[in-house]
């Protein structure tokens, strides 16, 4: 990329617009809209994770004074069911409870205290049934299937099955001088996310209108999924979602979780509802990163080329489908783990199996990285394996194996310079960086071992569907100010930042006249879910797409005005000059467009041009992809397990930086939601149950714990994306967990751990069964 | 329904009072493990009595050669206590306990109370060699830290008895550190912890105590390892550790026996380079 780009916004450090009013407390979350004449909505659960609901009695609830309503699976007024994808969540449970957050009932009171008093005179029984934890065991032929008649799958236990089987795979391992065969397990985590979910709904008598403000990654998804459930059509639900505490994935999902409990209430009593999740409540009954078992099969040449992988995974699918993917499509999470088991990588002969397996668990969801960092980590874990069985370089082998324009991807797609392929420079920054001396300030025990790693990633901009574009309705005013239509959530990412950027940037106006209003299903044109790391491309070049329409009927209007051509006039910094020497300002060529039948505002659109089409065989997935590189530098205890991190180095080939100083809080925060995801964090269960629900239990990384962060930006433009910009909200931590096991395999004299997290108790473990000789895991 | 009922004496005598004619009231003395309890249905509707505000329980002071703190002093007051630098371990437990926050409700006196098997300063207090007084309506008697602890959340105080005083004896020349093994730097519980004292007589260890937290039911001294380490210079002592294990501990999880001694083995070569430091008279 030309460093020399005369753009005045892209490509430049903007604080966040939303960085003031948030330091200062005035921004504005959902439970800042609270009033005091909202009744005060709760969802009943079992507290168990598997059971036959035998019967629920509400009668002593109903009858406690401030009770307005106790509404069970019998009272629900439309679809009993709902979901993004397929509507398999009932909304109250009535016969089968299949995981923890299945509700028996919700109750609207007048205050908080009523209504978990209400919650304790429900009387329900139960028959209490086996709980399948375990996605391996639950595929047993002895283990009965958990869903008797889901609405998709019927009785089946595997919710979603993609493969990707190209090539000869078994002459591949035939002739293979390498062999190289392992398993791999990663954990369901939380999200974490700091705002926990909440909703307030409300029914708008005049209008005759369902209201619901939460926060939300997806208004129309939300909107999609729960209008059947209040029988209403989609125009007459309003879903508003105001600044968002974070959401990491999680909510798409969670938000619907609550807007049934206050919207359903809502339309019953119509009263304002609001209702919440405590932080213990989002632990316990919202959805996953899902678990993940890799076996995988890596067949290599002994001068170091992969020529065939075998991979055979399977998910924790958690009791409902969510994001896991529907078989024939869309195939969503389990495809990613297929269309990124090979890493950034060209190997031709491939036979790869995902499949989501159904137990009683939390629902698998989308959560940052979407089934990346699972095959990430056995993937990545053994290119490194391969490199010291040859004692090779892991930079070297990896470049000898990586997707180039004459080595297309696993699945078939040719990705060319214009794609933006930055892997190489990633992975030189990080070594270079890493082989920078370093000492730690502190003083090493002598127990204390050193130890470097690094893995490498691939991530795609957006989703494989056909449906994959973006919307947006960009509109100037008589003054030249402009206002954004889109549905884009700002959850801490800096949307509203880069959008406005963009926009000033292609109408040459100034970026403080440009609004970026929160998502509105009333007002704002969908532009798509806050998801997949595709909104600054996407979005971004939707934006464009109307602001080249607006430029287009202003010049017209000039042209018209002045009496010339409109290839005649030109447009620069907000001045439009004509032929003749004239020079017309934006305001006043908006003026002469309002007389002459030319729109102020132009619906933009943008889907790839690309041909998206992803079957058994392979095809293109996306228009784009992230590439990167994570290095790790660590201090190993052996005597103990604990790792104190010294270094983290990330590169991301990122496109184009539209706002560095965003990208650089994207790549920070990523890292350390890698590191966490490979050194402490994993829900842990007894019998189904949470049982670390709570930000004491559940350990996330403090700063006490934070390595020394490096951030470089790799910049190999995508010639699709607005400016060359690709994803990167997502890809920061799909490498972190294979980078920190090769550092301590590194530390340790070659003990390979192959489950996350890393805990000093598993580390420890580790190295105690390797030096009795014992296998690792 | 997290409910419960609060009492606030203004004296000591009339808090003693109410133990002993309601033997069922909770003496709430910052509430840091109490209010959990309550918070996840643990305590359903228990009567508190909080003894956070009492004078008599405020004090820190030196007296007869020890620091005395009494049973409501927080550990950001003592941490703030000049005096403290005479046990290094102290300082290095306070910096990572908890939060903030936590410390300025929690106190020594209440994390004994609760009798934790992973607190950290139970353990600090142990190898320190602290007394405490327990006071009823009937009496006061003393119990050193070492006979106070019976079980996971079990002790000797009666119903009846607050813990009103705590003491550490000052020892000129005396070394100590802390030291923990956590899933995170601060604010995790431990999974291993050893606090340990000793002096140092020409290079050699004299008077060691060797406390280990979070791996029996109660935090424990080993008599074992500190009869190996005696006489010895801290570098043999690491050195004759390796490979021991203490005869006093009993882990369920089979890891914590791998971990032990190293952690013993780290809070006695730190306590090496932190003496004591404070105006010896």
Not at chain 1, 236 to 262: M, N, Q, T, W
Not at chain 1, 652 to 658: F, M, P, Q, T
Not at chain 1, 678 to 698: H, Q
């Given at each position: ?72 699976a019998k009272d629900l007024p439309a679809a ?436 970026v209003p929160l998502p509105d299903t009333f ?255 | ?200 007589d020409e290079g050699r260890i004299r008077d ?74």
């Amino acid at each position: 990329m030309e460093k020399s780009r005369k753009e005045k916004y892209i490509g430049r450090r903007m604080p966040r617009r939303d960085a003031l009013v948030k330091a200062q407390g005035r921004a504005k979350y959902t439970a800042d809209y609270r009033t005091a004449d909202m009744l005060w909505g709760k969802a009943v659960f079992s507290g168990m994770a598997h059971a036959r609901i035998l019967r629920v009695d509400a009668a002593k609830a109903e009858a406690l004074p401030g009770v307005v309503c106790v509404m069970t699976a019998k009272d629900l007024p439309a679809a009993k069911k709902y979901g993004i994808f397929c509507a398999d969540k009932p909304v109250i449970a009535e016969n089968m409870i299949l995981y923890e957050g299945d509700p028996i009932a919700f109750i609207a009171a007048e205050t908080k205290e009523i209504a978990e008093e209400a919650a304790a005179l429900i009387e329900a029984e139960y028959e209490a049934l086996p709980v399948v934890e375990d996605p391996r065991e639950a595929l047993r032929d002895d283990v009965p299937p958990i869903h008797e008649n889901h609405p998709v799958t019927g009785n089946a236990k595997v919710m979603a099955e993609v493969t990707l089987d190209r090539g000869d795979v078994d002459a591949a391992f035939a002739e293979a001088d390498i062999i190289l065969e392992d398993d791999f397990e990663t954990p369901q985590i939380e999200h974490v996310y700091l705002e926990p979910d909440c909703c307030i709904a409300r029914w708008v008598d005049d209008t005759d209108v369902l209201e619901i403000v939460a926060p939300q990654q997806a208004v129309y998804s939300t909107l999609r999924a729960l209008a059947p459930v209040f029988g209403l059509p989609e125009s007459r639900v309003r879903f508003i979602s105001p600044y968002v505490g974070g959401g990491f994935g999680g909510k798409e999902d969670s938000c619907c979780d609550l807007a049934v409990i206050a919207g359903l209430l809502a339309m019953k009593t119509r009263r304002k509802v609001y209702s919440e999740f405590t932080a213990e409540e989002v632990f316990r009954y919202t959805g996953k990163r899902h678990g993940s078992y890799v076996h995988h099969r890596m067949a290599a040449t002994k001068d170091g080329r992969v020529i065939g992988l075998d991979i055979d995974i399977i998910l924790d699918k958690g009791a409902y489908q969510s994001m896991s993917g529907l078989t024939g499509g869309p195939h969503a999470v389990a495809q990613r783990t297929v269309l990124y088991a090979a890493g950034p990588y060209s190997v031709e002969n491939v036979r790869i199996r995902s499949r989501a397996v159904f137990t009683n668990h939390p629902y698998g969801a989308a959560m940052r990285g979407f089934g990346a960092p699972q095959i990430h980590f056995a993937g990545e874990s053994q290119m490194n394996e391969l490199a010291h069985r040859l004692n090779m370089d892991p930079v070297a082998i990896r470049k000898l194996n990586m997707i180039t324009p004459e080595r297309p991807t696993s699945f078939g797609q040719v990705l060319t310079e214009e794609n933006g392929l930055g892997l190489e420079e990633c992975m030189d920054k990080v070594k270079a960086e890493l082989d920078k001396p370093f000492m730690p300030k502190h003083p090493v025990r002598p127990s204390q071992r050193r130890g470097m790693g690094l893995a490498a990633y691939i991530y795609g901009t957006g989703m494989p569907y056909k449906s994959e574009g973006a919307m947006c309705v960009v509109h100037v005013n008589r003054d030249a100010s402009v206002e954004v239509g889109i549905s884009t959530t700002e959850m801490g990412q800096g949307a509203q930042t880069v959008m406005a950027q963009i926009a000033a940037e292609a109408l040459g106006v100034p970026v403080e006249t440009v609004n970026v209003p929160l998502p509105d299903t009333f007002l704002s044109p969908d532009s798509g879910p806050t998801v997949a790391s595709r909104s600054t491309t996407f979005v971004g070049n939707a934006i464009l797409d109307a602001c080249r329409k607006l430029l287009a009927g202003f010049t017209e209007a000039v042209a018209h005005g002045v009496g010339c051509s409109p290839e005649e006039v030109t447009y620069a910094k907000g001045v439009f000059a004509a032929p003749d020497g004239q020079e017309i300002p934006l305001r006043r060529a908006i003026y002469m467009a309002a007389t002459q039948a030319i729109p102020q505002s132009a619906v933009g659109i943008w889907y790839p041009p690309v041909d998206i089409g992803f079957g058994p065989k392979g095809g293109n997935s996306m228009h784009t992809y992230s590439f990167g590189c994570q290095g790790i530098d660590l201090l190993l205890d052996v005597e103990t397990g604990e790792i104190e991190l010294l270094r983290s180095v990330l590169a991301c080939d990122i496109g184009h930086a539209l706002n560095p100083q965003l990208v650089e809080g994207q790549m920070e925060g990523g890292a350390v939601m890698g590191l966490g995801y490979a050194l402490t964090e994993g829900v842990e269960y007894k019998k189904g149950v949470v049982s670390n629900d709570s930000m004491k239990d559940y350990v996330i990384l403090g700063f006490k714990d934070l390595p020394q962060m490096t951030s470089i930006i790799v910049e190999a433009a995508n010639c699709m994306g607005p400016f060359g910009a690709k994803g990167v909200g997502e890809p920061p931590l799909v490498a972190t967990a294979p980078a920190v096991r090769e550092a301590i395999r590194n530390a340790s004299d070659g003990v390979k751990l192959n489950r996350i997290p890393f805990t000093p108790e598993r580390v420890i473990t580790g190295i105690y069964k390797a030096k009795e000789g014992g296998q690792t895991s | 329904m997290k409910k419960f009922s609060l009492m606030r004496p203004q004296t000591l005598e009339e808090a003693l009072t109410i133990l002993r004619d309601a033997p069922d009231v909770l003496p709430l003395n910052g509430g840091t493990d109490l209010m959990v309890d309550v918070n996840e249905g643990k305590l359903i509707s228990p009567r508190f009595m909080y003894i956070g505000g009492l004078p008599e329980l405020k004090k820190i002071e030196v007296r007869d050669g020890t620091l005395c703190f009494g049973g409501a002093v927080t550990y950001t007051e003592l941490g703030a206590c000049p005096d403290i630098s005479a046990f290094p371990c102290i300082g290095q437990a306070l910096s990572n306990l908890a939060s903030p926050p936590i410390r300025n409700m929690g106190t020594p006196a209440g994390n004994m109370g609760t009798a934790s098997p992973a607190g950290d300063f139970n353990l600090i207090l142990l190898a320190l060699g602290a007394e405490a007084d327990l006071v009823s309506a009937a009496g006061m008697r003393t119990v050193p830290l070492s006979e106070f602890y019976l079980g996971v959340g079990k002790t000797v105080r009666e119903k009846s008895e607050l813990i009103a005083e705590i003491r550490i004896p000052l020892v000129k020349g005396q070394h100590s550190a802390f030291v923990k093994l956590g899933r995170r730097r601060g604010q995790d519980i431990s999974r291993v912890s050893s606090a340990v004292s000793y002096l140092l007589d020409e290079g050699r260890i004299r008077d060691p105590r060797i406390a280990i937290g979070a791996v029996n039911a109660v935090p424990f001294r080993s008599g074992t390892f500190e009869e190996i380490v005696s006489g010895k210079t801290p570098d043999e002592a690491e050195a004759a550790l390796e490979g021991a294990f203490p005869a006093e501990a009993n882990p369920r999880r089979a890891y914590k026996r791998y971990v032990v001694t190293p952690m013993v083995r780290r809070a006695i070569r730190e306590a090496q380079a932190q003496e004591g430091d404070w105006q010896w008279s």
